[in-house]
């Protein structure tokens, strides 16, 4: 356990590779030079991903399923055991029998039996179980963390409405911290997107209706919107961040052959973009103009659209070209023209088989914590003895409420005597 | 209506420094009557940073919870109300300002040091998770400091019996009700704001997974996070498994406050974070 949260520790403190920015950690290397080598060379710059690490994670965690399914089996064969000091809380000649003494007991919400060896209260005995319920719910948790590291995925892809997974410019997958490329098990259409800029933008204006066709299953169709994500079959599509504008783009070579069509992105934050002119051999340097952003919000734009073009084949500085939406430009073999203007967004599509399990041992620990924190066990015995009868407390923590239950009872038993 | 936020919050530090100068002149020279007076003065700087709060979420449309300015001026102004409920509640915590005051005036001037300049908020900040994310990790630190502020008095009072019972068994002190009901107070809060750190962690991987697209990143402050949680699991352990009771628990439930403060100072410091787009 020390050595694990040495490990926190360090996490805490030095920077990670993956959990902070590159150009952050890029910056946090400049400024302490000798700090961040030794750092680099030792690996703790990327704990998480180490196998000792890991390790020792697993280990506690299978020393805990161990204790807890100890405690368990002893708790389900004879019951929550009274721990803590015990309180002597005095001896009452009752006489032969202590009677009265149940009733006083189940007033105060004791369950009472009664044997040869006296009078044996207890209340609040769901405390333990709570115990037992929130270790169980962290062992739970752990074994989702395993499923999950072994089974997750994510996949990323810019798409803009209309457009289908399939005809994508790429869908990067990461598994354990790599991107590679990857087909897709399904096929997803994005049919229509609306986006909003924010500050004014409101989540609910941040929405993209998709049609999902699975192998073997039926059509299905769903908005997928902002924090709020469209699950099919355990695959979740999510709509992330950055989105922008896509201009659709025709190339029409002059030999007749069919037009060519494509889309570049333009992030919202920077509307500029680098492309090649299919066809025509051309790499292009475009910028967006005027109020594209309420072309995309459906909103009359104040300034007419522009999408400027510097053609970087053309020799030395070429002066660029503006086009305005449905305008075209002759360019080497044929024309571009500038068809559209779509709105495009990042989606996250992942899969991962260990979160119910999480979710399922997170919520366990957290009743179970709920009713090991606040219900307190208490257990109570009055037995005989040579003097008369000796009444006993114990309880594992609480002080002061129950030494003030314990008083009151023994008030009312001395009472009850009289 | 900024600027004018921005004044009330300036006169709730000073209401809350002065507040703590009470404090500690009621607590050292054992005036009941001064310390009375801070918590008056105290109401008087609940109110002047509720009025700061409620102009500037007026004038952003934006709850207290974006940048460093306005994240600190909510956790005070949490960990104040709470104060004034619980000392209402129970007069014998009224001495534990000596312990929140000064707490809720550091924030408040950490908070007053930072850009006052309005942030927007994002789309991906319109969560539900995130608003129990942020509004649990207030009452957790709340209660978190009310528990120390708690064994602060238990200290005080248990010192103050000891010296009264010059010869009588050093085991009489623990038999004090004023006493148990402190220890049990602190044990409570503890508890309390250990069951809400887990809830805090639980929402923010939530929060997380929709803002950035995973649970767990591994974050500096995520990290802190479950250091802290971690470090109060072991004391509960140490008070219920190893039976750390009396003026041994009030040092411990003193000590892991202290850490886990002095981590996040250390974190802040040192490591990056994109908590701090939030946070400041």
New interface residues.
């Given amino acids: ?1 020390g050595l694990f ?1 040495a490990c ?2 360090l ?6 590779l ?4 590159r150009l ?2 890029a910056l ?1 290397e400049a400024r302490y030079p000798w700090l961040a080598q030794g750092v680099d060379v030792l690996g703790l710059n990327r ?2 991903s180490t196998w000792w690490f890991w390790g020792l994670g697993f280990t506690l965690a299978g020393s805990l399923a161990l204790s807890t399914g100890r405690r368990a089996v002893a708790m389900i064969r004879s019951g929550p055991s009274p721990r ?2 015990q309180l002597v809380l005095g001896v009452i000649p009752l006489g032969e029998s202590p009677q009265g003494v149940p009733a006083i007991l189940r007033h105060h919400g004791y369950a009472t039996s009664i044997s040869r060896a006296g009078v044996e209260g207890r209340k609040g005995t769901a405390g333990p179980w709570g115990s037992l319920l929130f270790h169980g719910g962290l062992v739970l948790l752990f074994l989702g963390v395993l499923v999950s590291a072994a089974s997750r995925f ?1 996949g990323f892809v810019e798409l803009a409405s209309d457009q289908a997974f399939q005809e994508s410019s790429g869908y990067l997958v990461e598994r354990r911290g790599v991107l590679s490329p990857r087909g897709l098990d399904f096929n997803a259409t994005v049919l229509e997107m609306g986006v ?1 800029f ?2 004014d ?3 609910k204006d ?1 929405w993209a209706q998709v049609v999902v066709r699975e192998e073997g299953s039926p059509f299905v169709e769903g908005v997928v919107r ?4 469209l699950r099919v079959r355990g695959t979740s599509l ?1 709509l ?2 950055p989105f922008g504008a896509a201009a659709l783009l025709q190339y029409t070579p002059s030999d007749g052959s069919g037009p060519l069509q494509g889309y570049v992105h333009f992030p919202a934050e920077s509307p500029q973009n680098r492309f090649t002119i299919p066809g025509a051999g051309l790499v292009a340097e475009a910028e967006l103009l005027g109020s594209w952003r309420q072309a995309l919000e459906r909103v009359a734009p104040s300034s007419p659209l522009v999408l400027r073009l510097t053609l970087v084949g053309e020799g030395n500085a070429p002066p660029p070209h503006e086009l305005g939406l449905g305008e075209s430009l002759a360019v080497a073999g044929g024309e571009l023209t500038f068809a559209g203007l779509k709105p495009w967004a990042l989606f ?1 599509v ?1 899969r991962d088989r260990g ?1 119910p399990i ?1 979710i399922l041992g ?1 919520l366990i ?2 009743a179970g ?2 009713l090991a ?2 219900v307190a066990p208490r257990w109570v015995w009055v037995r005989p003895t040579e003097e008369g009868w000796q009444v006993r407390g114990q309880t ?6 129950f ?2 239950e314990m008083r009151r009872i023994m008030v009312e038993m001395e009472g009850s005597r009289q | 209506m900024i600027e004018v936020a921005h004044g009330a919050y300036w006169a709730a530090l000073g209401a809350n420094g002065i507040a703590t100068v009470l404090y500690a002149i009621g607590a050292i020279f054992q005036r009941r009557q001064v310390y009375q007076a801070g918590t008056g003065v105290v109401v008087l700087g609940l109110a002047l940073l509720t009025a700061s709060m409620v102009l500037r979420w007026g004038a952003t449309g934006h709850g207290p919870y974006l940048g460093r300015y306005e994240a600190l001026g909510s956790y005070a102004w949490v960990l104040m109300v709470s104060y004034l409920l619980l000392q209402w509640k129970a007069p014998l915590l009224r001495l534990a300002g000596v312990c929140v005051i000064p707490v809720v005036f550091l924030l408040l001037g950490a908070g007053v040091l930072s850009p006052a300049a309005p942030q927007f908020e994002s789309p991906a900040m319109k969560s539900a998770w995130l608003w129990i994310h942020v509004g649990m990790a207030k009452i957790a630190l709340a209660s978190l400091v009310l528990a120390a502020g708690a064994s602060v008095v238990y200290l005080r009072r248990a010192k103050a019996l000891r010296k009264a019972q010059v010869g009588a068994p050093a085991s009489g002190a623990s038999w004090d009700i004023g006493l148990g009901r402190l220890e049990e107070l602190s044990v409570r809060l503890v508890s309390l704001g250990f069951l809400l750190l887990a809830v805090v962690i639980g929402a923010g991987a939530l929060w997380a997974n929709t803002a950035w697209g995973s649970y767990w990143s591994w974050d500096p402050i995520e990290v802190w996070a479950l250091t802290t949680w971690v470090f109060y699991g072991l004391a509960l352990h140490f008070h219920r498994l190893w039976h750390f009771a009396g003026v041994r628990w009030a040092w411990v439930n003193l000590g892991t406050l202290a850490a886990s403060g002095l981590l996040f100072i250390v974190t802040r410091l040192l490591a990056l974070s994109p908590h701090w787009i939030y946070l400041g």
């Fill in positions: 356990m949260l926190l520790l996490q805490a403190l030095l920077p990670q993956g959990a902070v920015p952050q950690y946090w704990i998480a803590g000091p994510r909003a924010w500050p933008a409101s989540v941040i902002r924090n709020q994500n999510t992330g961040s996250m992942s979160l999480m997170g620990a957290l914590l709920a924190l606040f594992p923590w609480e002080g002061a409420s030494r003030s």
